[in-house]
């Protein structure tokens, strides 16, 4: 989270300007420049974070929220989900191999399809993009836009109650759902970065929108 203000009187060599306007023109300047600049400083915090993480852009929105600034506190607060990504969304792919025994194979051999002492037949599975005669082989992501990375030990199932799918591992005999980075947390590492840099954007969007005003008066 981070609560974007500006408090006029940091302005020490404007002193004599900001005095020749009266207190409900200075606030609403003062609203408009937070303003600006918070909707400035939330497009850059997606924009970075759509660039690090293989994201969709509609997702990454919908997950940092901009509150405007209102009223005599001129305060407008940016926030962003903690909560992880889970895997799927980073481009998540089922990988397959060939089985050993293909079923044109055990048929060939003579072999019968059925119970015990039968062969299995080897059907895949639609659900997880398995064809016939294929088994599950790890899932492909690719988290930082850097090239897709196989996790060998991974599997993709539906979830319940969704017709979606998630990426799962077997942990101490637990079925784990895997998740990825946060939005969240290249936000706060933006965020962090660029606080001197807000910090003089903000001036500067005031600073100029007082020359303007000074520049209406003075005419």
């Not at 940091?10 to 009266?22: F, S, T």
């Not at 303003?35 to 929105?61: F, G, P």
């Not at 965020?191 to 903000?202: C, G, H, K, S, Y």
């Amino acid at each position: 989270m981070i609560d974007i203000s500006f408090d006029t009187s940091e302005l020490v060599e404007q002193v004599d300007r900001i005095a020749m306007l009266d207190s409900t023109t200075l606030a609403e300047m003062r609203l408009d420049a937070v303003n600006v600049v918070s909707l400035t400083v939330r497009k850059k915090s997606i924009d970075q974070t759509h660039a690090e993480l293989n994201l969709s852009r509609d997702y990454i929105e919908a997950r940092i929220a901009r509150a405007e600034a209102k009223g005599a506190t001129a305060r407008a607060r940016i926030t962003s989900e903690v909560r992880g990504a889970t895997l799927q969304r980073f481009g998540a792919q089922q990988e397959v191999a060939p089985v050993n025994w293909s079923n044109s194979r055990i048929e060939a051999l003579g072999h019968k399809f059925g119970k015990w002492p039968g062969w299995t037949y080897r059907k895949g599975d639609a659900s997880r993009g398995i064809d016939e005669d294929k088994k599950a082989a790890g899932v492909s992501v690719d988290v930082n836009r850097k090239g897709a990375k196989t996790i060998t030990s991974a599997f993709t199932m539906p979830l319940k109650n969704s017709n979606g799918t998630g990426v799962f591992r077997r942990e101490g005999g637990e079925v784990k759902h895997l998740y990825g980075p946060s939005v969240y947390q290249v936000f706060r590492r933006y965020i962090t970065t660029n606080e001197q840099a807000i910090a003089d954007t903000l001036r500067d969007e005031f600073v100029g929108r007082l020359d303007t005003k000074i520049q209406e008066i003075l005419k």
